[in-house]
């Protein structure tokens, strides 16, 4: 044994080594040198609490919004849950999960979308756009993509005309939300958390192949609202809030909206889908690190429905 355990050790290091080569030099590969990624112009931010923001609410810009659902996902929503300490049985485990983009209107600011969805390769492939990555990781778990309408379809039968729509504001890069970046036009700006711009971004999607203008939300400049530790007013009207939630990746965003619907919260993929939410599961994660702070995020917007009950939650695939 004494002999043996320093070999089985070597091969192992130098096993990790290589997969670590490997990985860099994929990471490396596909990482842009274009476009340059720049820092979201943000106003000074007025430092206030949810109640003065909801009590004066009536004087504030309202936006509206339309959900569209942009695909559909086949797959065991286990999958998507963190703990496994419930009922494996339970209703809806296998219900498809719904894939959507948010079209929002600022009565001054415009039109601009959160997330995008499938892009319009999904309506003849499961595998859409997707990598080879994202092809092996979805094959070996089972699931099944589809779409029926394209985004850009979509926007036709709501006479929305994709020219004038001025960023796309991700919650996350996951290709499931950002995959139809690809069928929108290249002038579009698109803008997440700066943290959302990492190696496993880019491995498991093309998006950042696209010579478009890329920006970040520096939430180096945002203020506490509690029960959340990082908000943004992104347009200084309280209309349109960026609220940090990460945990589900390093950079996820969600989005509370003033709309003339009333306050809406895009939850994204802080919570999937209402079963976790009700059930107090948070979302998957990778690292323990990450897994805890997907914890404290869904806790959050948990505390902030309680304590707010009239505001809507748009689950990440459920509405």
Known sequence: MAITLPK?????????????????SVGIYFWPTNPQISAFLLTKQTQLNWQQIFKTNTNQAKLTLRTLQVGQIQMDRNILLQSHNFKDDWEGRYDSLDVFSHVIEHPTEGLFLVDVGFAKEFKTSTDGNYNWLMRTMASSSGIKNDLDV?????????????????????????PDHSSALSDLPEYINVIADQREYNLLSNLINNA????????????????????????IDVFSDQSFFAIS???????HVSYLLNTTDGWILLAGDATHFSFG???????????????????????AIKQFKQQYSFIKIIYGHEK
Request: net charge neutral.
């Open 208 to 231: 950042f192949l696209q010579n478009r203008t890329w920006q970040y939300l520096d939430f180096e400049f945002s203020q506490t609202i509690a029960p959340f530790q990082q908000v």
């Open 150 to 174: 394209s985004i850009n379809e979509q926007l036709d039968i709501n006479q929305i005309q994709s020219e004038k729509i001025k960023a796309v504001f991700m919650t996350h890069f996951h």
């Open 8 to 24: 089985i050790l070597k091969k192992i290091l130098i096993t990790c080594l290589a997969i670590a080569l490997i990985l860099l």
């Open 245 to 251: 939630t990460v945990g589900h990746t390093a950079g």
């Open 277 to 299: 939410f009700e059930n107090n599961i948070a979302p998957a994660a990778i690292g323990k690190s990450l897994q805890k702070q997907a914890v404290e995020s869904l806790n």
